[in-house]
């Protein structure tokens, strides 16, 4: 069974509109699809799922407002997870 993997993105991305990115997670290293956890104004937390090939959110929020602030942010989640997904540290010390 495929172990879910995570990278942190708190304080990584900014908080924007009252959307605070917690962390990407996926199962599979090969899987093309994330999963984005967020909460929005310190409430319940909730999910996106991002397309790592096409660098694009597959959801959004409900507020157009919001989901502006939101899909702006696709691309440095993105690369973020880009560069950490594969990292030799990451890989180790998850698969544990």
């Known amino acids: 069974m495929a172990q ?3 990278i942190p993105l708190e ?4 908080t924007a509109n009252g959307i605070r990115f917690l962390r990407a997670e996926w199962w599979g290293d090969l899987s093309r699809f994330v ?4 909460s929005e104004r310190g409430g319940a937390e909730k999910s996106l799922r991002m397309d790592i090939d096409k ?3 597959l959801d959004h929020v409900a507020d157009p ?3 502006k602030v939101v899909q702006k942010q696709a691309l440095p989640i993105w690369e973020i997870v880009a560069k950490e997904r594969n990292a030799p540290e990451l890989r180790t010390s998850l698969a544990r």
């Open 11 to 14: 304080g990584r991305i900014a």
């Open 35 to 38: 999963v984005i956890r967020y």
């Open 65 to 67: 407002a919001r989901d």
């Open 55 to 57: 660098r694009v959110f």
């Open 4 to 6: 879910i993997r995570s």
